[in-house]
């Protein structure tokens, strides 16, 4: 059904509520006869190491190729889709909330990974292949400790998944080099701005709304987020409402008039446009056109 769409808890084979999992895509591939598995959600993160791979990956509407030798970061309610061509080598690392929590493991650690984004673009991250072994290694060290019944196996598990964040962390290229201090500044304000967008997208439009409520200026907003992470403050304003409209769209039955008062528009017509200036379809083409692929 169109209208629905799943959202995955992590829990083990029998169902039991679990903190974290080690798959192999290899398996997970083979049980699945290699059909695609449908748009879906997870409460819960999820990190795909790729050794080897082909197809494509679909996160909230946005496509990226499958290819060797990269990482994607799944942030719990992001709607994606793996489309894989041929049998992949790799990994998959799914953590809840919890598990970072009792692992000390803190927001701020996964926010400075910028590739776990929320909503919006969420691209691969590429590296080498001398730097994908010590990622493989590292998962390989999480396998031996899985399978083994030993105390403080999760807290072994949890200081090898902190281990990964960092080698991703040091491995993304959005982090330049900068005075230690305004960057600090900057990821602060940056990290208050997406928190606030979360809460407020659905009435609170404009760069000057947030600016106010973090008492700073338009300009000084729309430069921090600029030179951090390489998109205007408007651009991830834009994008949140965007891909609630393009969730709420695929998987609902709410009218065109009925979202564009949910999203916070006062006319339906104002809706129809922006949509329309930024997918190039109305939204009414554009859940007809989805529902059809």
């Not at 010590?134 to 899985?146: A, E």
Request: proline content about 3%; charged content about 25%; glycine content about 4%.
């Amino acid at each position: 059904m169109h209208n629905e769409i799943t959202t995955y808890g992590l829990t083990d084979l029998n169902g039991a509520p679990v903190e974290f999992i080690l798959k192999d895509m290899g398996a997970l591939y083979e049980a699945a006869t290699g059909e695609a598995d449908r748009p879906h959600r997870h409460d819960y993160f999820t990190i795909l190491l790729i050794e080897k791979a082909s197809g494509k990956h679909i996160i909230d509407f946005q496509e990226y190729q499958l290819f060797d030798h990269c990482l994607y970061f799944i942030y719990p309610g992001q709607v994606h889709q793996l489309i894989a061509s041929e049998k992949p080598t790799g990994w998959v690392l799914n953590f809840s909330k919890s598990f970072l929590v009792h692992n000390n493991i803190s927001d701020q650690m996964i926010n400075d990974v910028y590739l776990f984004n929320k909503h919006g673009e969420t691209p691969p991250l590429p590296v080498n292949e001398t730097d994908f072994q010590n990622y493989k290694n590292l998962v390989w060290q999480i396998s031996q400790y899985r399978d083994l019944e030993l105390d403080y196996k999760n807290e072994a598990m949890g200081a090898l998944l902190k281990l990964i964040l960092i080698h991703s962390n040091t491995h993304c290229t959005l982090h330049k080099e900068k005075n230690p201090q305004r960057l600090e500044a900057g990821n602060q304000l940056v990290r208050r701005f997406k928190k606030l967008i979360d809460l407020h997208y659905k009435e609170l439009h404009k760069v000057s709304d947030y600016a106010d409520k973090l008492l700073v200026t338009s300009d000084y907003l729309n430069k921090s987020v600029k030179s951090l992470t390489g998109k205007s403050a408007k651009e991830y304003i834009l994008e949140r409402i965007l891909v609630e409209a393009k969730r709420v769209l695929l998987f609902t039955e709410l009218s065109n008039k009925e979202l564009a008062f949910e999203l916070g528009f006062e006319e339906p017509a104002h809706f129809s446009n922006f949509f329309k200036k930024y997918n190039g379809l109305s939204p009414i083409d554009f859940r007809n056109s989805a529902r059809q692929s």
